[in-house]
C-alpha cells in the first residue's frame, strides 16, 4: 500500500479546444491505464455529444500508478474538467478535490478567456500549478510569445513550462516527472476519524446514485455506516472502487484518495455536491467549506412540437436531471403553445445541450422559447418577486423598479478586431471598465447586462473576430434598469409565448421587427389580421395582414344595379367582422421558430 506521500491529486484545466482531454489521453496510455487496443481518443469524454463536438461536459477522474525515475511508485488521481464557461461549476468542485493543476496552453493561439477564469479558480485555493505549452507539433506553434504571453497576462512564471504534442506523445514523460516533483502531496492523516468531501454524484441504472469522494482523513470501507452531514442521513457503503479509467471495486479508500462509493440512494437530490461525508459512530462537528451551488442564469421554456409528446418531455426532463442536477425545471402552460416547462440552465451551451440530448436521446420535437434571464422586481407594497417568465409581468402600476443581472465580460482579442467588439458592448449597454495588450492580442473588460449577452452575443462575437476572440463572464450584481415588457399582439389577442421583457430604448425597434417577421410567417385568413406590439396599454407597433378578397359581385351582370351591390359588399363586409370576432388565427410553428432567432437589437 502506497503512503499518502506518494499520492498526487491533479486537474488538468484549459480554454476550450486547447487539447485537455488528449493529454489525459497520453498519460493514461503511458501509466498503464488502458491497453493498446482499449484505447481511443478522448477516452475520458463519455457522451457521444462530448465526442461529437469535441468538448467535455461532464469532469471525469481516473486514477494511475507511475513509477518516476527516481525508482519509487507513486498513484495519480487525474480530473479532466469541461474548458467551457457554462461548466464551470464542474472545473470548481474539481478543483476543491486536488492539490494542484496542469496548465494547458495551445502554443498556437496562446492564452485565451476560459485559461484566465480557470487558472484564477486554481489560484484562489492555493494550487500549485504546471504550466503546458500544448501542440508544438504544428507549424504554427509559438513556444516563446506563448510563454511570455502567460507571464504578462496571468503572471505565472514559465521557465520551466514544459512544450509537449497530445498528439504525438512528445513531452509527456516530461510532464509526469513534473507532477512528482513539483506538486505537492495531499495533507491528510489516517488515524483521524472519516471525513469525506462529496465531489459529485451522478444516476447509475444498476446501482443507483454513485457518489464520487476524496478522502480527507481517516478511511472508508465497505459496510461501513455513513453520515452525510447536509441532511443527516445515514447510510451503509454497499460498494467502494476507483476508475483506472475502469471501474474497479476495492475494500477500502485512505485519507488523500480519490474513488466512488455507492449506499443504495435512489435519488440524486439526497447527495449534495460539495457536502460531508463521515463515520456515522463518530461524526465529525465541523463540515469542510463546500462549494457555491450552481445557479441557473437563464431560462426558457420548452414545449414538445406535438402536445402527445408532452409526458415524453416529462419523463426525459426527469431522468436527466437524475445526471446534471444544475438545471431545474418546473411545469408551465402558454395559451399559444400548450403544456410545457420552465427550464433553468448555466448558460446557453447548457440549454442547447440540455435540448439536443432531449432529442437525441428521448426522440422529442422541442420548441424552445428566446432564452431569458432572472429579474428582480419591486413592488410599490414593498414585495420583490424573482421573474423568469416575462409573461408573468405584473401590471406596470404596482411595479417601483426592476432589477436585471449584470456581469463581468473578459474578451481575449487580436488587436484588429478591438474597434468592432468595442462597438458592439457599448450597442448592448457595455461600461468598459480595464483594457490591456499583451503583443498584438488585447484583453478587455466589460460590465455588461447578461440579458444583451445571452441571446447572440458569443456567436456575434465569434462572427466579426473570425472565430479568433474568446469571452468569459461572471455574474456580479442586480442593477435597476429601465426595462418595460414588450407583449406581442395578434388579432387583439397576447401571445404569452412572444412576450420579452427588454430596454425601452430598443423596445420599438424589436416590436418593429417581430411585428414585420410575424407579418410574413402568419397565413392569410380570411378576414383582416392586426399584428401589434405593446408596451402596457400603449401600441408601440402594428402591421396588417391582409385577408384573403373573393369577389361577391361576379354574379352580377350589367351595370347600374347599385343597391344590389351595395347590399352584397355589406353582407360580406359584416360577414368578415363576425369571422374576426370570432375567428381563431393559428400560428404557426415557423412563425415562433423565426421571431425566436430575431436579433435584440
Known amino acids: 500500500m502506497s503512503t499518502i506521500d506518494n499520492i498526487r491529486n491533479f486537474s488538468i484545466i484549459a480554454h476550450i479546444d486547447h487539447g485537455k482531454s488528449t493529454i489525459a489521453d497520453r498519460i493514461i496510455h503511458k501509466c498503464g491505464g488502458l491497453t493498446e487496443r482499449e484505447m481511443k481518443a478522448q477516452v475520458l469524454d463519455s457522451m457521444d455529444i462530448e465526442r461529437e463536438r469535441g468538448i467535455t461536459i461532464k469532469a471525469q477522474t481516473v486514477k494511475l500508478n507511475y513509477k518516476a525515475k527516481n525508482g519509487k511508485e507513486y498513484i495519480f488521481n487525474i480530473i479532466d474538467t469541461p474548458g467551457h464557461v457554462d461548466f464551470s461549476y464542474e472545473v470548481s468542485r474539481s478543483l476543491y478535490a486536488c492539490e494542484g493543476s496542469i496548465l494547458i496552453v495551445d502554443s498556437t493561439q496562446g492564452v485565451e478567456a476560459q485559461t484566465l477564469a480557470n487558472v484564477y479558480q486554481a489560484l484562489d485555493i492555493n494550487h500549485e500549478i504546471i504550466p503546458v505549452l500544448n501542440k508544438i507539433d504544428l507549424p504554427a506553434s509559438d513556444i516563446e510569445r506563448t510563454s511570455k504571453q502567460i507571464e504578462e497576462v496571468i503572471g505565472i512564471d514559465t521557465e520551466n513550462a514544459i512544450p509537449c504534442s497530445g498528439k504525438t506523445g512528445e513531452g509527456i514523460e516530461d510532464i509526469l516527472e513534473q507532477i512528482v516533483n513539483q506538486l505537492p502531496g495531499p495533507k491528510g492523516k489516517l488515524d483521524q476519524d472519516l471525513k469525506c468531501l462529496l465531489v459529485d454524484s451522478w444516476y447509475d441504472t444498476y446501482l443507483g446514485v454513485v457518489i464520487l469522494v476524496r478522502v480527507i482523513n481517516g478511511k472508508i470501507t465497505k459496510n461501513m455506516k455513513i453520515k452525510m452531514l447536509s441532511t443527516n442521513q445515514d447510510y451503509f457503503v454497499e460498494k467502494v472502487g476507483v476508475f483506472t479509467p475502469k471501474p474497479k471495486d476495492i475494500n477500502e479508500l485512505n485519507a488523500g484518495e480519490i474513488g466512488f462509493i455507492t449506499t443504495g440512494i435512489k435519488v440524486l437530490s439526497e447527495t449534495k455536491v460539495g457536502d460531508t461525508i463521515c463515520d456515522a459512530s463518530k461524526p465529525v462537528i465541523e463540515a469542510l467549506p463546500g462549494f457555491k451551488p450552481s445557479k441557473p442564469v437563464v431560462f426558457c421554456g420548452l414545449f414538445p412540437v406535438d402536445s ?112 468592432s467588439i468595442i462597438k458592439m458592448c457599448q450597442d448592448k449597454r457595455g461600461i468598459q471598465t480595464n483594457l490591456s495588450y499583451s503583443e498584438n492580442r488585447a484583453v478587455v473588460n466589460y460590465e455588461l447586462p447578461l440579458n444583451e449577452v445571452v441571446f447572440d452575443f458569443n456567436d456575434r462575437l465569434k462572427s466579426m473576430t473570425s472565430g479568433y476572440a474568446s469571452f468569459d463572464y461572471e455574474i456580479i450584481e442586480h442593477r435597476e434598469g429601465n426595462l418595460v415588457k414588450l407583449g406581442i399582439l395578434v388579432n387583439a389577442e397576447n401571445v404569452d409565448a412572444l412576450a420579452m421583457i427588454i430596454h425601452k430604448d430598443f423596445a420599438q425597434k424589436t416590436g418593429k421587427e417581430v411585428c414585420e417577421k410575424l407579418k410574413d410567417l402568419i397565413p392569410r385568413h380570411n378576414f383582416m389580421i392586426p399584428v401589434q406590439a405593446a408596451i402596457g396599454g400603449k401600441i408601440i ?52 421558430i423565426g421571431v425566436l432567432k430575431i436579433n435584440k437589437n
Open 541 to 592: 407597433a402594428r402591421e396588417t395582414i391582409k385577408g384573403f378578397k373573393k369577389d361577391v359581385l361576379t354574379k352580377i351582370h350589367g351595370g347600374g344595379a347599385t343597391d344590389r351591390k351595395r347590399k352584397l359588399l355589406e353582407k360580406q363586409k359584416k360577414g368578415k367582422a363576425r369571422s374576426k370576432q370570432f375567428g381563431k388565427v393559428e400560428i404557426p410553428q415557423e412563425a415562433f
Open 308 to 419: 402527445s409528446e408532452f409526458q415524453k418531455l416529462k419523463d426525459g426532463l426527469a431522468k436527466l436531471k437524475l445526471n446534471d442536477a444544475s438545471f431545474s425545471f418546473e411545469q408551465e402552460t402558454s395559451s399559444a403553445l400548450g403544456l410545457g416547462f420552465r427550464c433553468g440552465f448555466l448558460g446557453l451551451l447548457h440549454l442547447e445541450i440540455v435540448t439536443e440530448r432531449l432529442e437525441r436521446e428521448f426522440d422529442v420535437n422541442l420548441l424552445t422559447t428566446t432564452p431569458g434571464v432572472i429579474y428582480k422586481v419591486y413592488l410599490n407594497n414593498g414585495n420583490t418577486i424573482d421573474l423568469q417568465n416575462p409573461s408573468s409581468l405584473p401590471d406596470p402600476n404596482f411595479i417601483k423598479s426592476i432589477e436585471e443581472p449584470w456581469i463581468n465580460a473578459t474578451i481575449i482579442t487580436p488587436d484588429q478586431y478591438l474597434g
